[in-house]
T-cell receptor, first 111, second 113 residues
Framework: GQNIDQPTEMTATEGAIVQINCTYQ??????LFWYQQHAGEAPTFLSYNVLDGLEEKGRFSSFLSRSKGYSYLLLKELQMKDSASYLCAVKDSGGYQKVTFGTGTKLQVIP | DTGVSQDPRHKITKRGQNVTFRCDPISEHNRLYWYRQTLGQGPEFLTY????????KSRLLSDRFSAERPKGSFSTLEIQRTEQGDSAMYLC???????????FGDGTRLSIL
């Protein structure tokens, strides 16, 4: 099975940088996703890491260390619209590669 | 690409009634997933289809729940004899392959009176 931990809530200032951490313990690992979810809306895909290192995509970057069971999502130049929940999700290595989601980190961006 | 479509967006029903939700995945996606999400939680996996075959079911899916994908395109999720604890957002997602991200629909919010 999978056990995924991420902070419940974070607050950051508009224009700043914020790092959202995710740690996981898994019986098998084949990749980690980050999703953004605004209140009352569907999760939307942000990033996918399967190898160690940093993946950069515009203002968002995601890092993975498989040996440490650790990932983070880095958001730069924060905007008010970035206020949302950020979900860390781990993909299994067996069978059909089930994806297990964490409980999400609710980020509030303040002026 | 019109995205994943779910119907209805909201469903309010009395306890004990049966409800059915529909999901239309992105057209070229052969993998379809159902999740349930409650407030403050991440999506919880319910079941998975590859084409028309239902390959995995969560222990969360009691025998009151059934899902189908008869022609490998749209899918339905039925809940029989609904209970208060069934109140949640039911999300459908689809993907085009094992290493591809899942794309989510806007969900069906179920409220049991």
């Amino acid at each position: 099975g999978q056990n995924i931990d991420q902070p419940t809530e974070m607050t950051a200032t508009e224009g700043a940088i914020v790092q959202i951490n995710c740690t996981y313990q898994t019986s098998g690992f084949n990749g980690l996703f980050w999703y953004q979810q605004h209140a009352g809306e569907a999760p939307t895909f942000l990033s996918y890491n399967v190898l160690d290192g940093l993946e950069e995509k515009g203002r968002f970057s995601s890092f993975l260390s498989r040996s440490k069971g650790y990932s983070y999502l880095l958001l730069k130049e924060l905007q008010m619209k970035d206020s949302a929940s950020y979900l860390c999700a781990v993909k299994d290595s067996g069978g059909y590669q089930k994806v297990t989601f964490g409980t999400g980190t609710k980020l509030q961006v303040i002026p | 690409d019109t995205g994943v479509s779910q119907d209805p967006r909201h469903k309010i029903t009395k306890r004990g009634q049966n409800v059915t939700f529909r999901c239309d995945p992105i057209s070229e996606h052969n993998r379809l997933y159902w999740y349930r999400q409650t407030l403050g939680q991440g999506p919880e996996f319910l079941t998975y289809f590859q084409n028309e075959a239902q390959l995995e079911k969560s222990r969360l899916l009691s025998d009151r729940f059934s899902a189908e994908r008869p022609k490998g395109s749209f899918s339905t999720l039925e809940i029989q004899r609904t209970e208060q604890g069934d109140s949640a957002m039911y999300l459908c997602a689809s993907s085009s392959g094992l290493n591809q991200p899942q794309h989510f629909g806007d969900g069906t919010r179920l409220s049991i009176l």
